[in-house]
């Protein structure tokens, strides 16, 4: 089975606080996705990354950053987190090709910034 | 991809099997029908997919009219375990497809004891 890890369930930080959400799968997938969830709006695309190194914004990138220094890990930086930064997110992988594949989700971090 | 239409909220007897439909009339040609839920408080969990044929796993059954207009997922004995919201969602295949999913509302499940 596939399993995709993120380093916290809960967080909770200060206003302009430098965040770190880790992501970690374990099935060699080449595709990995940060999205964050919020009542209302559903799920929207932040960051994702088809490749180490490689990343492409996804439709709400502003205020978060991203690095995939290994194929396994792919982490969202918040650089100086804001209040209306607080959300759940969620890290998904999936393998590489055809689009129709799976995505996998991660267990989610609720991040509340005060 | 094409939109998709649920029930916003459906009970279910536990031991029963629940039947959720979704509609998806805009569906084209290439567009595959998946269905995820997510259990409240935790990530989406990928259920089942198909093309055009009824698709059959461990957790579900996936039931496609023949025009493709709509789809039913079956949960065929649920359990207490099994509320959750439930997300039809249309994907166009291909290499090309889109990377992100995109969940509509939903069909907020509850079984019942």
């Known amino acids: 089975d596939v399993k995709v890890t993120q380093s916290s369930r809960y967080l909770v930080k200060r206003t302009g606080e430098k965040v770190f959400l880790e992501c970690v799968q374990d099935m060699d997938h080449e595709n990995m996705f940060w999205y964050r969830q919020d009542p209302g709006l559903g799920l929207r695309l932040i960051y994702f990354s088809y490749d180490v190194k490689m990343k492409e914004k996804g439709d709400i990138p502003e205020g978060y950053s991203v690095s995939r220094e290994k194929k396994e890990r792919f982490s969202l930086i918040l650089e100086s987190a804001s209040t209306n930064q607080t959300s759940m997110y969620l890290c998904a992988s999936r393998r590489g090709g055809r689009s129709t594949d799976t995505q996998y989700f991660g267990p989610g971090t609720r991040l509340t910034v005060l | 991809d094409a939109k998709t239409t649920q029930p916003p909220s459906m009970d279910c007897a536990e031991g029963r099997a629940a039947n959720l439909p979704c509609n998806h009339s805009t569906i084209s040609g290439n567009e595959y029908v998946y269905w995820y839920r997510q259990i409240h408080s935790q990530g989406p969990q990928y259920i089942i997919h198909g093309l055009k044929n009824n698709e059959t796993n461990e957790m579900a059954s996936l039931i496609i009219t023949e025009d493709r207009k709509s789809s039913t997922l079956i949960l065929p004995h649920a359990t207490l375990r099994d509320t959750a919201v439930y997300y039809c969602?249309?994907?166009?295949?291909?290499?090309?497809?889109?990377?992100?999913?995109?969940f509509g509302q939903g069909t907020r499940l509850t079984i019942n004891p």
């Open positions: 969602i249309v994907r166009a295949g291909g290499f090309q497809g889109a990377q992100k999913l995109v």
